[in-house]
T-cell receptor, first 111, second 110 residues
Framework: ETGVTQTPRHLVMGMTNKKSLKCEQH?????MYWYKQSAKKPLELMFV???????ENNSVPSRFSPECPNSSHLFLHLHTLQPEDSALYLCASSQQGGGYTFGSGTRLTVV | GESVGLHLPTLSVQEGDNSIINCAYS??????FIWYKQESGKGPQFIIDIRSNMDKRQGQRVTVLLNKTVKHLSLQIAATQPGDSAVYFC?????????FGTGTRLTIIP
């Protein structure tokens, strides 16, 4: 375990479904991130939360909606996704000036 | 635009030999660099980092070399083992938001 826990590990959802991904960190870090990892592409930064405030939204479609209720928890709410949204969604946390600690990811398949 | 990239997408190494994975970066303002290892079904795991005021840093069986003149980063793994099979990513940042390369897949030949 890295100290960053993501659930569920696998998710299959229809294009009309609404689901949420959850991330929890036990490291006392003050920043949390959502990344998308697709085959043969670099990790794509989606959202950054620092001290529970969203500080970056990298032109992500509105069908992805993040939520950070406190410094230990991060959610990614999913609604009316497309098949091309199928990917590994990774959560990470960091403390200012340090590297990122990643969770194991949620493998999302949109059917 | 700025980019971080890897010279080779795949690398095969005989077990017991040393591995060298290379990375080129283009953002001259980057001052912090990290190597990550990602095994199948897992998220990226931190291996080693280096700041721009250093040109070499050693860990357990791993060494990172930084050449700021040519914007080049390398990861050396000594006495490669089967458990080293994974995709290796370099990442850079000038401002605490990491930019990742596409990764190099390292395969260990028994």
């Amino acid at each position: 375990e890295t100290g960053v826990t993501q659930t569920p590990r696998h998710l299959v959802m229809g294009m009309t479904n609404k689901k949420s991904l959850k991330c929890e960190q036990h490291l006392g870090h003050n920043a949390m991130y959502w990344y998308k990892q697709s085959a043969k592409k670099p990790l794509e930064l989606m959202f950054v939360y620092s001290l529970e405030e969203r500080v970056e939204n990298n032109s992500v479609p509105s069908r992805f909606s993040p939520e950070c209720p406190n410094s230990s928890h991060l959610f990614l709410h999913l609604h009316t996704l497309q098949p091309e949204d199928s990917a590994l969604y990774l959560c990470a946390s960091s403390q200012q000036g340090g590297g990122y600690t990643f969770g194991s990811g949620t493998r999302l398949t949109v059917v | 635009g700025e980019s971080v990239g890897l010279h080779l997408p795949t690398l095969s190494v005989q077990e017991g030999d040393n591995s060298i994975i290379n990375c080129a970066y283009s953002n001259s303002a980057s001052d912090y660099f990290i190597w990550y290892k990602q095994e199948s079904g897992k998220g990226p795991q931190f291996i080693i980092d280096i700041r721009s005021n250093m040109d070499k840093r050693q860990g357990q069986r791993v060494t990172v070399l930084l050449n700021k003149t040519v914007k080049h980063l390398s990861l050396q793994i000594a006495a490669t083992q089967p458990g080293d099979s994974a995709v290796y990513f370099c990442a850079e940042t000038p401002d605490e938001k990491l930019t990742f390369g596409t990764g190099t897949r390292l395969t260990i030949i028994p």
